[in-house]
């Protein structure tokens, strides 16, 4: 099957969250299953310069008459095929300071309906035969940036081409790309693409209903994640949408990237490790306290937060509970940034405290790798949590996570309760309750278990056994490309 999947990012070109992992990883798996899949993705200066041998392969005029190059080449990987790329040559668009998304002062661009639009509608515009060369079957848009594909996709005339299905995936419902309403004039829809059934919302353009409006099936990443966003607690104001569509709604977990995310084989750790041999990990968490500055001690609990700092992320909890963290005799690093009020906070604590507290702010790819490889227990407690791969990336690394019971944390951690330890099935520390509480108990009965080193062991070596490849969440995904097709 033809398929081009629609990302903003990918790694591990341009990453700054677990969009980036999946939309790197997808695509490999599905080309280990023999299809022929190709990415599409805005020339941000770091995908420019990582995709190799790119030419120009068409020239299209965006809806607003600027004309731009659409360009394609390959991502090299070890190991693997080389994946086919197209990247949108628009420089005065993409190759910007700051964030993909924000200026260095971390305020949108004010043209980013424009920057991402194009990214639908190029998309689209291969779909109906741009590159003369190569035609795809399905459109994969990723999250509100690649949206407006499968709208585009939907007005677009057939002119007797072949139909193309589209597939639309939610990473996180709570990030919409929402616009002013003027804005709409320069997507180059017609009207009928507007109002409660097209892109309006409460007065704005959205881009998710976009997606979610107009794609032949819709995918979430992970199952409880599908049924939450049903809800008005979790639908974002979209949840009455959500369950019209719910007829062509599914939730694929997302995997691990094997050939990413394996303290077997890999080469950001310092020490390597795998179920069943982890003197490794204990030599990596010696490094990691005298890298970090903290106290040595391999007995020492090792509380590890790899995170956006915001509210969503239930960070609050763990700045709440941190003296009874320290009290008890744990140790927390911490790798992130985001609220400027978080970072204050944390930075404070680890001033005040600094040979228990660590804090690392904005991101470091192979600092992330260290900290699951040192630590003891991940903390995730999050509000909400569409799949979340910082638990799944501890439980690869044998980082038990502490976790609330929502979305993709609840259909990836077992809690170490006593008949899921009896039953080998505990992986982790679940709390319903989100509040000082509830997470304060869950850290307890994570500090009770590691001082009863068998039982630890137990678990640990369960939850580093747990199945999360790409090669199941693939198959999945051609099944769902055959339902759009249909």
Known sequence: MRILQVSAELFPLLKTGGLADVAGALPRALLAAQQDVRVLLPGFPAIRDGVADAVQVAELEAPWGERVRLRLGRIRTDGAPDLQAYWIDAPWLYDRPGNPYEDAQRQPYGDNHRRFALLGFAAARIARGLDAAWQPQVVHAHDWHAALAPAYLAFAPR?????????????NLAYQGLFAPWDFADLGLPAAAWGMDGLEYHGQLSFM??????????????PTYAREIRTPEQGCGLDGLLRRRSGVLSGILNAVDDQVWNPATDALLPHRFE??????KMRCKTALQAQLGLAPGAETPLFVVVSRLTEQKGLHLVLGGLDALLAQGGQLALLGSGDAGLERAFRERATAAPRSVSVTLGYSEPLAHRLFGAGDVTLVPSLFEPCGLTQMYGLKYGSLPLVHRVGGLADTVVDATLEDMADGRATGFCFDTFDADGFGRALRRAFALYHRPADWDAVRASAMSRPADWGSAAARYLDIYAQALA
């Open 209 to 222: 209903k976009g997606g979610l409006g107009f794609a032949d099936r819709i995918t979430t990443v992970s």
């Open 275 to 280: 179920p069943g041999q982890l003197a490794g």
């Open 159 to 171: 002119h007797g081409h072949p139909r193309v299905g589209s597939v639309f995936t939610v990473h």
